[in-house]
C-alpha cells in the first residue's frame, strides 16, 4: 500500500527547467542592486562603477567561451538569444539567401522563430536524429545548400540529454566553407543545457553563434547571451540606445550580468568533480528504477559519453507520466514531462515524436534531472514510493493500454 503523503522532504530533479542561485552567485550580485545603482553609459563616477563590473564580467565570460569579450552580446534570456541568432542572420544575410538548416528537436526557442521565417518565404531543413536523438554529422553537411545562411544545432538537448556532435559538424563545415570558397553557412549553436557540464570553447566547436543563459546553471533568471563571431553581421531584435554595440538596445541588467558571470565562472571551474558525482548518483537512480520496476525504458542515448550526465529521460509503460509526475510532488519530488514550456498542452513532446517514440511511450515519459542539491539519499526517498505509485497507477489502468 502507499503510504500518505506526509511531504516530509522536498526532492528538486528538475535542474533542466532552472535552478537555485548559488549562494556566492548571489553574493556576487547583491552589490549591484541599490549600492553599485549607476547606468552604465553615464559619464560621471557611479555610471563608471557600473560600466566597469559590465566590462570585467563580460571579460570573465569571454574568457570561458574562448571569445573576444566584443563579441557576446548580452540579451534577457536564452530564448532572446536564439531569436537574435536566427532573425539577426536572416535579416542580415537576405542578398545571399533564404535557406536555414536546423533539427526537429530543438527548443522552441528555435523553432518557433524558424516556423515565422517559413511564412515569410525562408526554407527550412530539419535534419533527422535517430532514435537516440542524435543527429548525424554529413546529413548536416550534406543539407547545405549554395544558398543556406545558416545552420543552428542545440549542443545538448533539454529533454533527453543527447550531446550532439557539435565539433564535429563545426569541422566539417569549415572543410566545405574551404573548398567552396564560401563565408556560408554560419553555424549557430544553443548551449543552454551544456554550459554547465561540456566544453564551451568556440574555436573548439568552430562554431560563429552560441546562446548561454544563467538560470541552467545556478545563475539568475532572465539574463542570457549571444557569441557572435567577429565578422559575421546580424542586425538587431531590440532597437533603442547603442547598448551592445547597437545589437541590443536597454539598460543593461547590470546584476544578472555580474550573476551570469559568476554562474559560468563556479560551474566551468567546478565541471569535472560535479560531472563525477552526478554520474554516479544518475547510474545508482537508473541501476534501482530498473531492478524495482518493471517495463521501464530509457529515452535517449545510453547513459556516457553522448548523453548529458544529469539528464535521466524514462517511460513507465502503461501510465501517464503527468499523473506520475503529480503523485510524486505529492511526496515532495519535482520533476517533470518533457519540457517545462509545453507540459501544459497535451501535445506528444516533439523531441520524442522526432526520435520516433511510439505516444503510448511517450506518454509515460518522465524527466529527472539532477543538480547541485541531489545526494543518495534523495533517490532512496524517491524509491520508497515510486515503484509503489507505479503500481497503483498500473492497476487502474494496465488493461487500457494491454488487452
Ligand atoms: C532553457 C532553455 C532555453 C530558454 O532559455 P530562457 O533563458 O528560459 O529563455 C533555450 N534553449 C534551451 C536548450 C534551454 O534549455
Known sequence: MLPKPKKTKDVYLDHAATTYIDKAVLKAMEPYFSKVYGNPSSLYHEGLKANEALNTSRRTIAKFIGALPENIIFTGSGTESDNLAIYGIAKAHLQHGKHIISTPIEHHAVLHPLEDLKKSGWEITYVKVND???VNVDDVIKAIRPDTILISIMSANNEVGAI????????KLLQYRKENKASYPFFHTDACQAAGYLNLDVEKL???????NASKIYGPKGIGMLYVRRGVAIKPLILGGEQERNLRAGTENIAGIVGFAKALELVQAGKDKETKRLDGLV???????QKQI???KLNGPEI??????NNLNVSFAGIEGEALLLYLDEYGVM?????????KSLDQSHVLKAMGIPTEQSRGSLRFTFGHCNTKQDIDYIMKYLPLIVEQQRSNKYEKYYT
Do not use: N
Open 132 to 134: 537516440k536523438g542524435m
Open 164 to 171: 550532439q556532435p557539435i565539433a564535429e559538424i563545426g569541422r
Open 206 to 212: 568552430h562554431v560563429d553563434l552560441m546562446t548561454i
Open 283 to 289: 547510474k545508482y537512480f537508473w541501476d534501482k528504477l
Open 294 to 296: 518493471p517495463q521501464v
Open 304 to 309: 556516457g559519453p553522448h548523453r548529458l550526465v
Open 335 to 343: 520533476c517533470s514531462t518533457g519540457s517545462a514550456c509545453t507540459v
